[in-house]
Nanobody, 120 residues
Framework: QVQLVESGGGLVQAGGSLRLSCAAS????????MAWYRQAPGKQRELVAT???????DYADSVKGRFTISGDNAKNTVYLQMNSLKPEDTAVYYC??????????????WGQGTQVTVSS
């Protein structure tokens, strides 16, 4: 199994910055993709950013130019640097990993979520 521990959420004023972290641990052969999602009250969970184990990144249009996803393969950790935050970025942010197990099975795992609140 894989455990994900997220940290870094909090309350920030509009225009401010936060950095989220998500560390994966457990038994798996390889992490293939790490991603951040978010879910605002009354809305569906949406993809924010992804990074592959080779460093290829992708972003939702709403965060391009403001958020940066990065990873540390040695630490099995993914980061989300969020700059120029807006009130509409307020949500619970979730980390997700896609791993290959030692049985060559692909599994998805989710973190517990961390609250990000941006005040106007």
């Amino acid at each position: 199994q894989v455990q994900l521990v997220e940290s870094g959420g909090g309350l920030v004023q509009a225009g401010g910055s936060l950095r989220l972290s998500c560390a994966a641990s457990g038994r798996f052969f390889r992490i293939n993709v790490m991603a951040w999602y978010r879910q605002a009250p009354g809305k569906q969970r949406e993809l924010v950013a992804t990074i592959t184990n080779s460093g290829i990144t992708d972003y939702a249009d709403s965060v391009k130019g403001r958020f940066t996803i990065s990873g540390d393969n040695a630490k099995n950790t993914v980061y989300l640097q969020m700059n120029s935050l807006k009130p509409e970025d307020t949500a619970v942010y979730y980390c997700k990993v896609i791993v290959t197990t030692y049985s060559s099975v692909s599994n998805n795992y989710w973190g517990q979520g961390t609250q990000v609140t941006v005040s106007s």
